[in-house]
């Protein structure tokens, strides 16, 4: 009986704590001018640091869905340009922000955990509340930020590298052409799809950069309890990720 | 000055300190002392606000610091200084960074008059030149003349210290003794102390207060250690035959 009330009462207080901190995060900086420095050290953590990976995913990303796209529409009576077009929007609507997201939450999130982790374990972030400072605001809205600036335009180089990763995969094996790739990638172009990766990077990159703050945040203990707050940052974002995905699409599809 | 009543803090069913009330003065040392688990430090981070008590208020010259919202108790704590028993500096940034951080957080001085100032408490401190390195590049008595250029840039009128000799060799620990001492002095502050090094208390005490099980067990100064009958005191001080032969000795030379 005490378990069944413990998970609910458990997801009530961090919720709370959640808030409240989301609350300080928002409150006006004591020196913008320090702020910002660190907002542009965060951009460049998160933007330029992870460039590779994202690149590197994506253009697999789309080498794969458009390889088995080719497969699937083999014999059938379905114009072969079609596997641009179904790379371009898969890109867009779906694998570009979720999955870039699932794999920023794994390297961004857990770095931001670990960090904030081991500064409240060092005594960091007692060391800045004592000289005054809002250290939910200062530590976590310059990554929050730069999370919100950078994250959307890795979204964007991601999917334009996922649509090349098809382009790459089955123009040079002979699966299609280079006219009709580049005919399906302009055909049926909808904004609105563009419209949604935005809004979906958007959320995907708040949730990551706060549940991960938050892990960090309010560590306790040692090296263990920081491993774990690392790994529930991650799990947690990527749950709510998918969670979020779902929700947005039944939105803004319906 | 810095006032704790009735101070109650308890963690779920464990009563950490009970009903502490303590005066701590301006212009003074003043040391809290205790066994490990004696709940010094507990009390420590409820005197600067990092913990909240179970019961009891703490003034700062009058204000109730547990009653102050949270934009108040910041402007109190730009008063503030502290010393943190790792440091706590910034590994990421250099001596001077540190030392620069509450200034640029906090006053509109530019580069250069932050820089004077940041010089100023690294000679304080006897650590000019030391500005460029890095945290990890110096050692640990040097860490923690760091910390305290960094707590006194500011000019603060509260100086809190945890443990500031812990991890430090006898020599280090009295450099960094007699530091806070002359910065109590010539700043005329409020200085508080969690200690369990007895070099401290017998040479920088000059208002003592030892926690036994969460409770005050005895308060006086360095000059009423040594004659003072608390079994308590006495239990903690001179814990080793050696050092009660010491007292002895010191207490026949008295005589």
Known sequence: MDFLLKVPRDLVFHLGRYMIMMGNVFSKPEKMRVYWKEITRQMDDIGIGSIVIVCLISIFMGAVAAIQFAYQLDGQLVPRYYIGYIVRDLAIIESAPTITCLVLAGKVGSNMAAELGGMRQKEHIDAMEIMGVNTSAFLIMPKLTAALVVIPLLVIISAFVAICGGYIATVPTGEITADDYIRGVRAFFDPHNVTMMFIKSIVFSYILTTVSCYQGYFVKGGSIELGEASTRAVVISNILILTADYVIAVLLTG | ?255
């Open chain 2, 1 to 255: 000055m810095i006032r704790a009543e009735n101070i109650f803090k308890s963690f779920g069913e464990t009563e950490v300190l009970k009903d502490i009330s303590l005066e701590f003065k301006k212009g003074h040392t003043n040391l809290i002392i205790g066994r490990s688990g004696a709940g010094k430090t507990v009390l420590l981070k409820i005197l600067v606000g990092l913990l909240h008590p179970t019961d009891g208020s703490v003034y700062y010259d009058d204000v109730n610091f547990t009653q102050l919202d949270k934009k108040s108790v910041r402007e109190i704590r730009m008063k503030v200084g502290m010393l943190f028993q790792g440091s706590a500096l910034f590994d990421s940034m250099t001596v001077e960074e540190n030392i620069r951080f509450p200034l640029d957080m906090f006053t509109n001085l530019t580069l250069k008059e932050k820089r004077k100032r940041v010089n100023e408490c690294l000679e304080r401190v006897n650590l000019d030149g030391s500005n460029d390195k890095f945290p990890s590049e110096i050692s640990g008595g040097m860490q923690k003349r760091v910390g305290i250029a960094r707590a006194i840039v500011l000019n603060p009128q509260y100086l809190f210290c945890d443990e500031p000799n812990s991890g430090l060799d006898p020599k280090t620990s009295l450099l960094i003794d007699e530091l806070i001492r002359d910065i109590t002095l010539e700043n005329n502050i409020t200085t508080i102390i969690n200690t369990h090094d007895m070099n401290s208390v017998m040479e920088i005490g000059d208002s003592i207060a030892l926690l036994y099980e969460g409770k005050v067990a005895w308060q006086g100064n360095k000059d009423e250690v040594l004659t003072s009958d608390n079994e308590i005191l006495q239990g903690f001080i001179f814990a080793s035959p050696f050092l009660q032969r010491l007292r002895e000795a010191a207490l026949g030379n008295q005589q």
